[in-house]
C-alpha cells in the first residue's frame, strides 16, 4: 500500500469515526453484552454449538444432493425453484416473475443475499418499484445509504439522525422525534405500501430439504406481511442455507438471535412451507372477505450460487458456508465497533467472516479493502455459533492478496530490511508461491524477528536511531510506520544472555521442569517480565531452562504470510522436540504465541506436533494456578499489602483460550483486588496500532478499555501481551507490568 | 393434569411475563369470557380448533381486508407453545389466522395446557411431521411485534404492540 493510499485510507475510517462510531460503538457494544448474558442461560450452549456446526458440515458436504431433493420438495408442493447461477442470472429471473405477473410493485423483507445481487436496482429499472419494509432498511432506502451492520443495517444512525432525515423527506404535520414516532409513522407508510404489492420477496434463514419448509428469523412482523399479503412470494436464498431436515432448524432457532443481538429469541420465527395455505389479502377489494374462494399463490424459490459452490471447492474458505448471518463476529470485534460496516465490509457483508464471503463471491480485491481490519484477536471464534475459524480465513485471504500484490517497485527496500520475505525461505514447502509478495508494511512487521535481533545487537543505539525524529519520519514515509508511536525499546541483554550468564541457580532434583520459551517479546524487549517468570517458577519448586529458541512465527502469520509463519513452526517444533521428549513443560510468556501452539498450528503442523505441543503447552499464570493447585506454597510469592488493588487487562487471545480465569485465580490468592476490563481487545492487537493507517482506529479502539483502566483507580495495572502493554503505555502514560512482575518474589 | 405439565405451564407463563404477554387460564367453559374481557372492539377471529371453545359474540370471523384494516383485536388458535422460551405456535389457516394475529393491535391467542411442551427440541419433535405430512405453515411467536431501527425498543413495528394468551385445559 503506497503512502497515498495509506492516508486516503486513515481519512476514511477518521470520517466514519467522528460521523458513525459513536452509534456503533453503542449499539454493537449492547448486542455483544447480550449475547453474553444470554448465552450464559443456555445450559447447554456449547452442545447446540457443535450440534448446529455438524449439521452445517454435513449439509455443504452433501449440498448437491440436498438441494435437488429441496426442488424436488418445493415442486411437489406446488412452489417452484429456480438456481441462479450468478447475479444477474438470478435477477433476470426475478424480473420475469414480476413481468409475468404483471407487477408494478414488490415489498420486500430484510435479506443480505438480495443485498448482494442487488436485485433492487435491476427491478427498478425493469419498471417495478421496490420498497424495503424493514424498518432500518427503509430508512436506508429514503436516505440512499448501504448496510453497515448485517443484522441491524442502520445501526450507524441515531435517533435523532433518523428523525432529521424523515422530517426532511417527508415533512409530516408534526415534526417527528421519538423512536415510538418513528416506528409508528414508518409502520403507517409502508403498511400502504403493501397494501399495494403485487410481489413479496424475502430472504430465507434456513430451508429445509425434507419439507420445503423456510425458517425466517424476524422481529417485526414485515416479513409476515410481506409473506400474507400479494399472491406471489419470491424467496431469495444462497444455496449454502439449505439443511437436511426441518428438525435441524432447533439448534439455530436457539442459537441465532442470543449470538446476534443477544435476544434469546426474536419476536418472530417464521416457519413458512410455501405456497402457503394463509389466504391473500386484497386491499383493492376491500369488502370481499379473505375467505372467499380457493387460496391461490405463487412460490419462487431462487436459489443463488454467485461463487458458494466454488467456495465449497476451496478446503480454506468452505467455512464461510457455515455462516447464519447472525453478526456475533460483527459485534464482539474490537475495530468494528469503532467504524462499523462502512469500513469493515465489502460490497455486501461486514465484519470479521466478510472477508470469506467478499473474497468468494467478489473477488480478491474486494476482501482486499478491508480484510487487514481483522487483526486476528480471536475473540469471534468463541462468540461464533458454529465455530468458524473467522481469523484463519482473514490470514488465508491475506496471504493471498499478498500473492497477488504489487508493491515489487520496492524490493530494493525490502532486501535491507526483511531478507527473509515470504517466498524465499529454502526450507519452506510452499516456496515461491505466486507473482506477488507482501507489500513493504507486512513485510517489516511479519519479520519482527528479524528487526529483534538486529536491534537488540545494537541497543540502545538502534533504539535511539529508531525512535529519532528522521528515522520516524523514513519509516512512515516507507513502511507506514505511524510516527505517533514509539517503537519497541529493544534489550542489549536478552532473556537468554541473562539466564545463561546469571549466578543463581535454581531448585535442586526438582519434581517438574521446564523450557520458558524466550518469545521474541520477552527476549528482546520486555525481558523484566522474562526473569520475573524464572524467579516465580523457580520459587515454586520447578526447575527452569531458557534455552535460544526460534520465533514462534505469529509475526508474519498475522500479515498473512503463511508460508514464512509455517517455516517458523517447523523449527520451533524441531527445537523443541528434545524437551518434548524429557517430559518438560513449555511455558509461555506471550499469550499470542500459547495460542499459535494451541490453535495455530493445528493448520501449519502435522497432527501428532501440533497436538504434543498444545498438550505441553502453558500460559504462564496458568502454569503457576496449577502449581498453587497442587501444593505450591503461595507465601513463596510476592503477595499483596492490605486492601492493594490491580485493574487487569487480559490478552484477547488468552480470553478466547479461556485462560483469564487462572490469572485472575493467582492474583486473587496473592491477596490482591482484582478489577478486569470488559474491551475486547486493546486495539494495538500486535502491529496494527502501529500502521500509519490504523493509528486513529486503534486508539479509538484503545479508548474505551483506556477509560475503563482509568476508572478503577486501582494500584497496579497489569497486563498480559506485549502489545497491550504498548497500547495501555500509550494511553496512560505509563506502561503496565505483566501479572507476574507482581507476584515474582524479590531478587 | 399431570404434574410434569403443570411444571411447563408455570415456567411458560413466567417467560411469556417476562416478554409482557399476560395468560389468563380458565376452564374450557369460561374461555368465551375470558376472551372477551381482553377484547376491544372492532375485533376479528378465526373459529377455534377445539370443541366447547368458542369465540365470543362480536368477534367475527371470515374478515374482508377492510375489517382486518380497521380491527383493533384479533383471536386467533395456538397449537403449541415452549415453555423455556414463552412461545408459542401460531398455525397459518385457510381461515386467515396469519393475517387475523398480524394486522391488530392486541392479538389474543387462545392454548391448550395440554400443548404446552417443556424446550424446544420437544417443540420441533411435535412440528415436524406437520411440516412434512400436512405441509404446514407457522410463526414461532415471543411476545409483541418489535423494532429497536429508529434508535430504541418499541413494541408494535408492524405487527401487534399487546398480546396476550387465554389457556384452557
Not at chain 1, 503506497?2 to 448486542?31: C, M, P, Q, V, Y
Not at chain 1, 513493504?440 to 533504539?463: C, D, H, I, M, Y
Not at chain 1, 493445528?602 to 499464570?621: M, V
Not at chain 2, 380497521?70 to 396469519?98: C, H, I, K, N
Amino acid at each position: 500500500m503506497s503512502l497515498d493510499s495509506r492516508e486516503a485510507k486513515a481519512a476514511r475510517i477518521r470520517h466514519l469515526l467522528e460521523t458513525e462510531g459513536d452509534a456503533i460503538a453503542e449499539n454493537t457494544r449492547g448486542f455483544n453484552q447480550g449475547r453474553y448474558d444470554s448465552v450464559a442461560d443456555l445450559a447447554d450452549y456449547e452442545e447446540l454449538r457443535d450440534e448446529a456446526r455438524a449439521i452445517k458440515e454435513d449439509a455443504i458436504e452433501r449440498l448437491p444432493e440436498l438441494v435437488a431433493e429441496l426442488t424436488e420438495t418445493v415442486e411437489a408442493n406446488g412452489g417452484t425453484v429456480y438456481v441462479a447461477e450468478d447475479a444477474a442470472d438470478a435477477n433476470r429471473y426475478i424480473a420475469d416473475v414480476c413481468e409475468g405477473g404483471g407487477a408494478d410493485r414488490a415489498v420486500k423483507s430484510k435479506s443480505m443475499t438480495s443485498e448482494e445481487i442487488e436485485v433492487n436496482e435491476h427491478l427498478e429499472a425493469r419498471g417495478v418499484d421496490v420498497v424495503e419494509t424493514d424498518l432500518g432498511e427503509w430508512v436506508l432506502q429514503v436516505a440512499d445509504e448501504t448496510p453497515s451492520h448485517i443484522v441491524a443495517p442502520a445501526i450507524h444512525r441515531s435517533r435523532e439522525s433518523i428523525a432529521d432525515l424523515f422530517n426532511e423527506r417527508f415533512d409530516p404535520e408534526d415534526p417527528l422525534e421519538t423512536a415510538e414516532e418513528l416506528t409508528m409513522f414508518a409502520r403507517e407508510q409502508l403498511l400502504d405500501r403493501i397494501k399495494g404489492a403485487d410481489v413479496g420477496m424475502t430472504g430465507a434463514n434456513f430451508l429445509a430439504a425434507d419439507s420445503g419448509t423456510m425458517m425466517l428469523v424476524t422481529s417485526e412482523g414485515n416479513a409476515r406481511k410481506t409473506v400474507t399479503v400479494p399472491d406471489t412470494h419470491v424467496a431469495v436464498a444462497g444455496v449454502e442455507k439449505v439443511v437436511p431436515g426441518v428438525e435441524d432448524f432447533q439448534p439455530f432457532v436457539e442459537l441465532i438471535g442470543r449470538s446476534g443481538t443477544g435476544q434469546d429469541i426474536t419476536s418472530y420465527i417464521s416457519l413458512l412451507t410455501p405456497p402457503v395455505q394463509s389466504p391473500t389479502v386484497d386491499f383493492d377489494d376491500p369488502d370481499t372477505p379473505i375467505t372467499d374462494g380457493e387460496v391461490e399463490r405463487d412460490f419462487h424459490l431462487v436459489l443463488i450460487d454467485n461463487g458458494r459452490m466454488a467456495m465449497r471447492e476451496d478446503d480454506e474458505l468452505r467455512e464461510t458456508l457455515y455462516c447464519i448471518r447472525c453478526s456475533a463476529c460483527s459485534n464482539t470485534c474490537a475495530n468494528f465497533q469503532s467504524v462499523g460496516g462502512h469500513a469493515f465490509g465489502g460490497e455486501t457483508y461486514s465484519g470479521g467472516i466478510a472477508t470469506g464471503w467478499e473474497a468468494g463471491i467478489e473477488g480478491l480485491d474486494t476482501a482486499a479493502e478491508f480484510n487487514d481490519l481483522c487483526t486476528g484477536c480471536s475473540r469471534c471464534v468463541e462468540a461464533c455459533p458454529v465455530n468458524i475459524d473467522i481469523p484463519w480465513i482473514n490470514t488465508v485471504v491475506r496471504d493471498r492478496v499478498n500473492r497477488g500484490g504489487d508493491d515489487g517497485n520496492l524490493d530494493f527496500l525490502v532486501d535491507g530490511l526483511s531478507p527473509d520475505a515470504e517466498g524465499e525461505e529454502g526450507s519452506v514447502g510452499e516456496g515461491r508461491g505466486g507473482d506477488g509478495t507482501p507489500d513493504l508494511q507486512k513485510r517489516l512487521f511479519g519479520n519482527f524477528e528479524t528487526l529483534a535481533k538486529v536491534g537488540s545487537a545494537t541497543a540502545p543505539l538502534s533504539n535511539w536511531a529508531a525512535n529519532a525524529g528522521p528515522s520516524k519520519r523514513l519509516l512512515e514515509r516507507v513502511a507506514g510506520v505511524d510516527s505517533r508511536r514509539d517503537l519497541p525499546a529493544f534489550q542489549r541483554r536478552t532473556l537468554v544472555d541473562w539466564f545463561r550468564q546469571r549466578d543463581a541457580s535454581g531448585p535442586t532434583d526438582p519434581d517438574r521442569r521446564v523450557v520458558l520459551y524466550p518469545d521474541l517479546y520477552t527476549n528482546y524487549t520486555l525481558v523484566e517480565r522474562g526473569k520475573a517468570a524464572v524467579r516465580t517458577l523457580e520459587a515454586l519448586g520447578v526447575g527452569v531452562e531458557v534455552p535460544a529458541m526460534p520465533g514462534s512465527g505469529r509475526p508474519p502469520l498475522s500479515q498473512g504470510m503463511i508460508a514464512t509463519a509455517r517455516g517458523k513452526a517447523e523449527s520451533l517444533c524441531e527445537a523443541l522436540d528434545p524437551y518434548l521428549d524429557a517430559n518438560y513443560d513449555v511455558v509461555v510468556v506471550e499469550p499470542s504465541d500459547l495460542a499459535m501452539f494451541r490453535e495455530d498450528y493445528a493448520k501449519l503442523l502435522p497432527g501428532d506436533d501440533h497436538e504434543r505441543l498444545a498438550a505441553n503447552s502453558y500460559e504462564l499464570l496458568e502454569y503457576v494456578y496449577g502449581l498453587l493447585e497442587h501444593g505450591a506454597d503461595v507465601d513463596a510469592l510476592s503477595t499483596a499489602g492490605d486492601g492493594e488493588s490491580v485493574a487487569y487487562h487480559s490478552h484477547c487471545q488468552q480470553r478466547t483460550m479461556r485462560l483469564e480465569e487462572h490469572t485472575l485465580a493467582v492474583l486473587t490468592e496473592c491477596g490482591y483486588d482484582v478489577t478486569t476490563s470488559d474491551a475486547e481487545c486493546c486495539g494495538m492487537a500486535g502491529s496494527f496500532g502501529y500502521k500509519e493507517q490504523y493509528y486513529e482506529l486503534a486508539m479509538d479502539v484503545g479508548e474505551n478499555l483506556g477509560d475503563q483502566l482509568r476508572e478503577t483507580g486501582a494500584d497496579h495495572v497489569l497486563a498480559s501481551g506485549t502489545s497491550c502493554t504498548e497500547q495501555i503505555g500509550d494511553l496512560l502514560g505509563d506502561e503496565p507490568l505483566h501479572p507476574v512482575e507482581l507476584i515474582a518474589p524479590e531478587h | 393434569m399431570t404434574a410434569a405439565s403443570s411444571e411447563a405451564y408455570d415456567q411458560f407463563a413466567a417467560t411469556a411475563a417476562e416478554y409482557g404477554v399476560e395468560l389468563t387460564r380458565v376452564p374450557a367453559d369460561e374461555a368465551t369470557e375470558a376472551i372477551a374481557d381482553l377484547t376491544e372492539d372492532p375485533a376479528v377471529g378465526t373459529p377455534l380448533p377445539w370443541d366447547g371453545v368458542g369465540l365470543p359474540e362480536g368477534v367475527s370471523t371470515d374478515p374482508t381486508p377492510a375489517a382486518l384494516d380497521g380491527a383493533v383485536t384479533g383471536v386467533t388458535g395456538a397449537t403449541l407453545a415452549v415453555a423455556d422460551y414463552g412461545s408459542v405456535f401460531l398455525p397459518g389457516t385457510p381461515a386467515g389466522a396469519e393475517p387475523v394475529s398480524l394486522f391488530v393491535d392486541r392479538h389474543v391467542f387462545v392454548l391448550r395446557e395440554r400443548d404446552v411442551v417443556p424446550d424446544m427440541p420437544a417443540a420441533f419433535d411435535r412440528l415436524g411431521d406437520r411440516f412434512r405430512e400436512e405441509r404446514a405453515s407457522g410463526i414461532l411467536a415471543t411476545g409483541p411485534s418489535a423494532t429497536a431501527d429508529m434508535g430504541a425498543l418499541v413494541q408494535g413495528a408492524h405487527g401487534p404492540k399487546a398480546v396476550y394468551g387465554v389457556v384452557v385445559p
